[in-house]
Structures are given as C-alpha cells and as structure tokens.
Nanobody, 119 residues
C-alpha cells in the first residue's frame, strides 16, 4: 500500500490562511475517498473534510464555509485550503485515503502535520 505524506502545516496568525497538501506515494488501488481529520490536545479526532469520489463532500460544522477540500484522484493528491483561521483550529491534521481492490478496502493514514493558530 502507498505511503501518505502531508505538507504545508505551520504557524499562522488568527484570520490567516494556510493550505495543506497530501499525496499518496507508492502503490494505491482505486482511491474512492480522500479526507482530512484533526486532533487537538485533549480532544478526540474529528472530521475536517471528506470527499467521496462521485461528488459527495462532508465538512465538519466548525470549518464549513472557511475550509475547502480539493481532491485530485488522478494524481492521488488532496488539498485543504483553510481560510479565516481561528485559535481553536490548532491541531494535528491528518490525511486519510481509502482505496479498494475488488471487495477489499484499505484505510491509509498519514502521520499528521501540526497547524498552530496564534498571534
């Protein structure tokens, strides 16, 4: 299975913007979903945005209208554009790609990347 690699994290001021990138390297089967999740200290991991191939997109309530997920299935790449960032967006963001071969499905996660929103 492929290796999921995230990039683009870092420190940004409140109100600022940041774009995260994620690419699958190596062998992947048919990717049917790409998504971003985050986990803040002391909190459970939560959905940020998820795209299901065919046009279904889910956003977490706290990011809807501020974040945009852009998948590129041909390039096994997904982006997360984050605008109007707030302090409570601070978290480790992880990329998830789900692929399948026949009836077998696989769940692939990146190691996560830190996003810190602070003045």
């Amino acid at each position: 299975q492929g290796r999921i690699v995230e990039s683009g994290g870092g420190l940004v001021q409140p109100g600022g913007s940041l774009t995260l990138s994620c690419v699958a390297r190596g062998t992947m089967y048919t990717i049917y979903s790409m998504g971003w999740y985050r986990q803040a200290p002391g909190k459970q991991r939560e959905l940020v945005a998820r795209d299901v191939r065919g046009g279904i997109v889910h956003y977490g309530d706290s990011v809807r209208g501020r974040f945009t997920i852009t998948p590129d299935y041909a390039k096994s790449t997904v982006y997360l554009q984050m605008n109007n960032l707030r302090n409570d967006d601070t978290a480790v963001y992880s990329c998830r790609m789900q692929d399948r071969l026949g009836e077998s499905e696989y769940d692939n996660w990146g190691q996560g990347i830190q996003v810190t929103v602070s003045a």
